[in-house]
């Protein structure tokens, strides 16, 4: 199959990375489909006159949704499915006690569950193309830190769903990669930054002495995040060489916090990477007089 007659299946494409990533594509002779949840945004990406980019209406967490993109798939793509890359995804800055299990389970329905879809459903055509598929992970699929646990275990779930079904898929020469960015220059901080504000607000009168540190040093590095030096170009590009390559790698990690937490959680002893993370987060003290257990 030329790669002018590839077809690639971008979801959350109205910003960030995802918008990136499908722009790139279609400049390298992919024809690419351009998921997205709105008529606004997919007039956008239309007004950009990407003749090998199509907007697709697109919620991840709709299965009408996903079958109607099957189904289009199949009607313009005789050839099958040559890459499915899973991005669409959500974030929730909380702490874990702090966090509603409606927000979870939400969180997890669109970060793990709403992959696992379009993999179950587009895995025919993906077949038949001996297709790729792309989960956009995080650096905080290996390492859980404090003020994202319910993220990291929406994407510590999709990577192990990704490595199971990378050796599933192997007879029928369906490639699945991990691509796990750290934090990249997105909206998603002004988001994070809208929701840490209105959460403070939620934190219960006898938590607050504990809770008001952790949220405040949390809104110090989301702000610190929306400057990073990383791109969503940068991770598009990652994307493009998982798709371009000969043998695609299992894992992909961009960005240098990405690689420092790599490096660190291969090496450090978990006790004190909490202790660091403890610090970091301004967390080794404790409230209301306690004594510190110098065990932990």
């Not at 404090?146 to 192997?170: C, H, I, N, Q, W």
């Not at 240098?256 to 937490?261: L, N, P, S, Y």
Request: hydrophobic letters at 40%; glycine letters at 8%; a positive charge.
């Amino acid at each position: 199959m030329s790669q002018s007659t590839r077809t690639v299946l971008v979801t959350g494409c109205s910003s960030g990375i995802g918008r990136a990533t499908a722009l790139l594509l279609a400049t390298h002779g992919f024809r690419v489909l351009a998921g997205v949840r709105c008529l606004e945004k997919g007039a956008e990406l239309s007004s950009l006159g990407l003749s090998t980019l199509e907007p697709l209406l697109l919620d991840v967490t709709c299965e009408e949704d996903v079958a109607n993109a099957v189904e289009h798939v199949n009607a313009t793509s005789p050839a099958g499915l040559y890459g499915l890359v899973n991005n669409a995804g959500v974030g929730l800055p909380a702490a874990v006690e702090l966090s509603t299990l409606d927000q979870v389970r939400q969180l997890l329905e669109v970060n793990t569950i709403a992959p696992l879809r379009m993999i179950q459903f587009f895995l025919p055509q993906l077949r038949s193309a001996r297709g790729r598929v792309i989960n956009m992970s995080s650096m905080n699929g290996t390492m859980a830190l404090p003020m994202v646990g319910a993220y990291s275990a929406s994407k510590f779930a999709l990577e192990a769903l990704s490595d199971t079904l990378r050796v599933e898929l192997r007879p029928w020469q369906v490639s699945v990669s991990i691509i796990r960015p750290g934090q990249v220059r997105t909206s998603i901080f002004d988001k994070a930054r809208d929701t840490l504000n209105q959460s403070c607000d939620d934190i219960p009168a006898e938590l607050k002495s504990g809770y008001d540190v952790m949220y405040a040093r949390a809104g110090e590095f989301n702000d610190r995040g929306s400057r990073s030096n990383t791109s969503p170009e940068r991770v598009a590009n990652t994307v493009l060489r998982a798709l371009q390559a000969r043998r695609p790698r299992t894992h992909y990690t961009v960005g240098m916090d990405a690689r420092g937490m790599q490096l660190a959680k291969s090496i450090v002893p978990q006790r004190v990477i909490d202790r660091v993370l403890a610090r970091t987060m301004d967390m080794l003290k404790p409230v209301n007089g306690q004594a510190e257990d110098e065990r932990l």
